[in-house]
C-alpha cells in the first residue's frame, strides 16, 4: 500500500486538507458547490442547523442540517483550476486516511450539485430561466493532465470537431456526461436541460470585447449553431466540465444547476439576479432532500 508523501497530501498543523481546511468529519455526504463565498451562507441560512463554519482564501464551508439531510455548501472561487482544488480534496477527506496516508479500501461516492449562474447563447432560453446540464464541453483543457480517456463521450466529442473550426493553439475540448440517476432528481417543469460550454475565462474565452481584440471572433455564433442528436449548446460557464469529468474520474456523482443571469443571443441582463439566485436555491434545496 503506497503511503502519501506529505508534499502529495498536505495537511495543516490541525490535521485539516491543505486549501479547504477541512478534516473528514467535518464534510457531509451531500454537498453543494457555489462560486461565490457570499453565497455559502444564501444557502445555510435555509438549513435548520450549521455545526460547521470555516474558511480558507477564497474556500468557505458550511456544514448542517436541511429537511433532515447533512449538508454541506463550498465555494469554489471561479474557473476550473479552482475546481482541481476543491474536488481533489473533497475526495481526499473521504477516500484517503489522513492518519496513514493511504487510499481506503473501500471508496465513498459524494454527491456534488453546482449551483451557479451562467450565460444563455440560445435567444429562447430567456434570463432568470434554470437550467441542468446533462452534458459538459470542457473547452479549458483540465481533463488532459489526467488519464480520462475512458470517461469522455467520443462520439460526441467527434461530433463537435466536425461542427467546429476549433483553433490548434487552444486546448482540445472534451465532453462529459452529468450523473444520470442524479440529473433525474432534478427533473422539473421548471428546469430547462441543455448542453454546457465551460469556458477558460470569462472575457476573451466567451468572446466579451473591453479593449483586446479576439482571435477567435466567431466562436460564440459556432458554439450556438452547433447541434447534435437533436441537442445544442444552450450557455456558457466556468466550472460545469471540471466537476463532472474529476466526479468521474473519482468516482463521485455530479450535476450543475444554472441561473440564468444573461442572454448572449438577445445582449439581455436579469434586473435582479440575486432573486433568481434565491429561486434556484430554494428549488435545489427541496430536491435534494429526494436523494
Known sequence: MTTLDASELILNGDGSIYHLNLVPEELAPTVITVGDPDRVSEVSKHFESVEVRKGKREFITHTGWCN???????????GTDNIDIVLNELDALVNIDF???????????????????????????????????????GLDGLLHYYQSEAVQEHDFQDAFSAQIN??????KPYIITADK????????????????????????????????????????????????????IT????????????????????????????????GTVSEDPKLAMKKLIVFALHKISKI
Open 68 to 78: 433532515g439531510k447533512r449538508l454541506s455548501v463550498i465555494s469554489t472561487g471561479i
Open 99 to 137: 492518519n496513514t496516508r493511504t487510499v481506503k479500501k473501500n471508496k465513498t461516492s459524494l454527491n456534488i450539485i453546482r449551483i451557479g449562474t451562467t450565460g444563455s447563447i440560445q435567444n429562447e432560453l430567456k434570463v432568470d430561466s434554470m437550467l441542468a446540464n446533462n452534458y459538459a464541453i
Open 166 to 171: 476549433w483553433p490548434s493553439t487552444h486546448p
Open 181 to 232: 440517476e442524479l440529473l433525474a432528481i432534478f427533473k422539473d417543469a421548471d428546469l430547462h436541460l441543455g448542453i454546457t460550454a465551460t469556458n477558460v475565462g470569462f472575457y476573451g474565452p466567451q468572446s466579451r470585447v473591453l479593449r483586446l481584440p479576439l482571435n477567435n471572433s466567431a466562436l460564440i455564433d459556432s458554439l450556438s449553431s452547433f447541434h447534435h442528436k437533436g441537442q445544442k
Open 235 to 266: 450557455n456558457l460557464e466556468m466550472e460545469t466540465s471540471g466537476i463532472y469529468g474529476l466526479s468521474k474520474l473519482l468516482g463521485h456523482k455530479a450535476v450543475s444547476l444554472n441561473s440564468v443571469v444573461a442572454n448572449r443571443a438577445n
